[in-house]
């Protein structure tokens, strides 16, 4: 996934996380805070998720799920004309599954994380071995072998059909 999409996903997670908190009635930023305090009704509104999640006037054209789901709220809450306390549980239950899928998510996440550093730690374990059993072979050939080998080898190497690169 590129940097773009993933930061991309990011502020979508912001938006919705200020959608859930401008639901509960419980925003963050001080205007709204304030709006709260006066008594004044929060609206649901893109301009207010995008103050809620700290994000510039405009931002949440780039996000077609948060605008739906600002929609789809809207609409539940239109067609009661007062939010209900079932609308809001159906809300909280619906978020809290959300929720424990993400729990579950990142968990797997880890869990992943885990088991790719154990197969590095192998992976390093094997080369090792793999270098120790090189160097025990190696010591098994007896000095005057040895010189003889790379001798050898380089005649060999020198003997094949192999065409050098000529320009």
Request: proline residues 4%; positive net charge; charged residues 35%.
């Amino acid at each position: 996934m590129s940097l773009r999409k993933i930061k991309k996903q990011k502020t979508a997670h912001e938006f919705m996380a200020a959608i859930n908190r401008l639901v509960d009635r419980k925003p963050t930023c001080r205007e709204l805070k304030k709006k709260l305090a006066d008594g004044k009704p929060l609206k649901l509104n893109p301009t207010n998720v995008e103050k809620e999640a700290g994000r510039g006037y405009n931002s949440t054209k780039n996000h077609p799920s948060v605008l739906k789901e600002i929609e789809r709220i809207n609409a539940l809450v239109s067609n009661t004309k007062e939010v209900s306390s079932q609308v809001l549980e159906n809300l909280k239950a619906e978020r809290k599954e959300k929720n424990k899928e993400i729990k579950k998510l990142k968990e797997n996440i880890k869990n992943k994380n885990t088991e790719l550093e154990k197969l590095k730690r192998v992976n390093l374990i094997l080369h090792a071995h793999c270098r120790e059993l090189t160097s025990a072979l190696y010591n098994k050939i007896p000095q005057e072998e040895r010189e003889g080998l790379f001798e050898r080898s380089v005649t060999t190497k020198n003997e094949s059909n192999i065409i050098p690169f000529k320009d």
